[in-house]
């Protein structure tokens, strides 16, 4: 199994878990919120030039977030 395969597995059990700890959807905006904290200041610590790269992941997010919104599918 391949890095990323084991993300994903890693990311679908955290999903799990934050669903049974509060199973109404609009708490997990803090989760959400902090995970994106933890990711900009990991970029950050890599390295000056990811600080604009991960604002640029933002918007990317705000988009897809949008059209989410929008059309009902990602």
């Known amino acids: 199994m391949g890095k990323e395969d084991e993300l ?5 059990e955290t999903a799990r ?8 959807p609009r708490a997990w ?4 919120v902090y995970l994106l904290e933890r990711l900009e ?3 950050t610590n890599s390295s000056s030039a ?5 604002t640029d992941m933002l918007s990317a997010l ?3 977030l949008r059209n989410r919104a929008r059309t009902g599918g990602w």
Do not use: M
Request: glycine share 0%; hydrophobic share 35%.
């Open 8 to 12: 994903r597995e890693l990311l679908d």
């Open 17 to 24: 878990r934050i669903s049974e700890a509060q199973s109404n």
């Open 29 to 32: 905006r803090s989760w959400l």
């Open 41 to 43: 200041q990991e970029a």
């Open 50 to 54: 990811y600080a604009e790269s991960f």
């Open 62 to 64: 705000q988009d897809a």
